[in-house]
């Protein structure tokens, strides 16, 4: 079975308050005051909240994904260099 992933609408609701109100909050629009802004990024830390990676690149036009290319990953060698990649592309906000 997949695992749900927890929503900007799950988050409002558990909350209390509009989806548009979370999605604001989580970037710190100058709207939604700073208690609101704090329980919302609090919450969301709490639960592990990701965004949808394919809602953003739609909404972007980009999808900042990478690809590579190798001739065998049964090799002990490509397989390092594929996790130290993904870690670094990772913490840059890549997949």
């Known amino acids: 079975m997949k695992p749900t992933h927890i929503t900007i609408k799950d988050i409002a609701k558990i909350l209390g308050v509009s989806p548009s109100t979370v999605s604001r909050a989580l970037k710190d ?4 005051s700073e208690e609101t802004r704090n329980l919302v990024k609090t919450f969301a830390e709490k639960v592990k909240y990701r965004p ?3 809602a953003l690149s739609l909404r972007k036009q980009k999808t900042n994904t990478l690809g590579l290319v190798i001739p065998e990953i049964v090799h002990h060698f490509f397989s390092s260099v594929i996790s130290g990649m993904e870690d670094l592309a990772y913490g840059e906000g890549y997949t």
Request: cysteine-free.
């Open 29 to 32: 629009h100058p709207d939604i």
């Open 52 to 54: 949808n990676a394919l």
